[in-house]
């Protein structure tokens, strides 16, 4: 007896479409889509972020790549004009 009186006392509170309102909020959820909310969509954020991080050292790396080699044609390009001044200064001596 006392279970019912409980039993109505909780009731009282819900409507006829109280079920599908909640189905509608999200509240009661499917399986498949809480899952896809807790397990992949979490997975599939930490996946998307590791690629992005993967792909800005890949172009650090390339940039630095780039910056050494450019710097070495620099330095050769200056020693190559030292060059070429000391030569002229010799030939006018």
Do not use: W
Request: proline share 2%; hydrophobic share 40%; glycine share 4%.
């Amino acid at each position: 007896m006392l279970a019912r009186v409980y039993v109505k006392d909780m009731l009282k509170y819900f409507k006829r479409d109280s079920l599908k309102i909640l189905v509608d909020l999200g509240s009661l959820r499917p399986y498949q889509e809480l899952s896809m909310g807790i397990d992949f969509i979490p997975r599939l954020v930490g996946q998307a972020e590791y690629e992005l991080i993967k792909k800005d050292r890949n172009i650090d790396g390339l940039n630095d790549i780039v910056h050494a080699t450019a710097t070495k044609i620099a330095r050769a390009h200056k020693a190559s004009i030292m060059r070429e001044i000391k030569r002229q200064e010799d030939a006018e001596i």
